[in-house]
């Protein structure tokens, strides 16, 4: 069941581009943050930090989209 603040975002797909393609951000396009994006594309995920902080939010449902709203189960 969905809620006011839940994403439209599928949290399995957004998990699986972060775990698989992370450091190249694109999570974080399938989100709708294209800006934060294009810098983790280009500093490969924050030299891998960024990505593991990403992944971590994902995980534990305080990961959110561009709307703000949590992408969760």
């Not at 839940?6 to 800006?35: D, E, M, P």
């Not at 500093?43 to 891998?48: E, I, L, R, V």
Request: net charge positive; with cysteine; hydrophobic share 55%.
């Amino acid at each position: 069941m969905s809620n006011a603040n839940s994403s439209q975002k599928n949290w399995v797909v957004t998990l699986l581009l972060c775990f698989f393609f992370g450091v190249l951000g694109i999570h974080r396009f399938y989100v709708g943050k294209a800006g934060t994006g294009i810098l983790m594309l280009i500093t490969f995920g924050g030299f891998g930090i960024w990505w593991l902080i990403d992944l971590i939010m994902i995980l534990v449902g305080s990961f959110t989209d561009a709307s703000r709203r949590f992408v969760t189960l």
